[in-house]
């Protein structure tokens, strides 16, 4: 694989180009931002936050690294990536945006796999924390502190976007996606994480049927991933409770429940949706 740092982006602010120059990008208007010394670039001003540091903690950024490097989610991952690079030809240079590429395991997995293809990634997260995370370790992609609401990057700029058990803003997505571009979604099935969730929660809610494709997209494929999973210490069980949504969501007495596990068999549960981006959608 030939792998380069996305190079269009769009001020946060007034949305014209960004150009880079030396040490940071800056418009014509006179906005600057600057590159870190890990080499991503805060594209999230202060105005566009919600709070004062969104996203995953430095302390969940770091749970997820630990979890995702045992492999435990390796199946999801290596689905995801030949659901992305499908039907991409070698030597037609291919934009991808992962929107909440989170420490960045998806993206490097998927760069893995990638032989023969020449692609220019970039990975967005509203954590700063993830973001220098990933930056650390994957100096041949562009690395970006974003919102999926507002996306710093041109209209019709991406070929692939990915959306990884995140905030899906499809108008965004069309927005930003070539005429031919493709979105690839992955969402956590019914029964993911089912014995967790059986443990923290009194009753669980019910199964959702299956959701039409958001407006401006059709549905181009689906896929289900299924397995399971051994945790067998207290700290794995942990990371993966800090990496996820159910932290928040149980109550005190649900997470004193999950603390006190030393071991657990939890299935892995994940739907891979393809969309297509349908005709003069976003443009």
Not at 43 to 54: E, F, G
Not at 63 to 83: C, M, S, V
Not at 133 to 159: F, I, T, Y
Request: glycine share 8%; net charge negative.
């Amino acid at each position: 694989m030939t792998s380069s740092p996305f190079i269009s982006f769009n001020c946060p602010l007034d949305g014209r180009p960004l150009t880079r120059a030396g040490g940071a990008w800056r418009c014509e208007s006179g906005h600057c931002y600057d590159v870190a010394r890990e080499g991503y670039v805060n594209l999230l001003p202060v105005q566009n936050k919600k709070s004062r540091d969104p996203g995953d903690s430095k302390e969940m950024v770091a749970a997820r690294r630990r979890f995702l490097q045992e492999g435990h989610y390796r199946p999801i991952a290596d689905a995801t990536a030949r659901a992305v690079l499908a039907d991409i030809a070698e030597g037609s240079p291919t934009a991808i945006l992962d929107a909440g590429c989170g420490e960045g395991y998806y993206l490097r997995e998927l760069a893995a796999l990638a032989e023969g293809l020449e692609l220019q990634i970039v990975g967005l997260d509203i954590s700063k924390w993830a973001v220098q995370a990933a930056a650390r370790r994957s100096m041949n992609m562009s690395w970006v502190v974003g919102s999926n609401a507002k996306l710093p990057l041109p209209d019709a700029s991406v070929d692939r976007i990915l959306c990884m058990f995140g905030f899906p803003v499809h108008a965004e997505f069309a927005r930003v996606l070539k005429p031919e571009g493709r979105l690839i979604q992955v969402e956590a099935g019914f029964d993911h994480l089912l014995e967790l969730r059986e443990i923290i929660y009194p009753t669980l809610k019910p199964r959702v049927s299956e959701r039409p494709a958001p407006e401006g997209f059709a549905v181009h494929d689906s896929v289900n991933v299924r397995g399971h999973m051994v945790l067998d210490t207290q700290q794995q069980i942990a990371d993966l409770l800090a990496m996820t949504p159910h932290l928040y969501r149980a109550d005190a007495e649900g997470r004193a429940r999950a603390a006190a596990l030393t071991t657990l068999n939890a299935t892995i549960d994940a739907v891979i949706i393809s969309h297509d981006k349908e005709e003069n959608h976003g443009e």
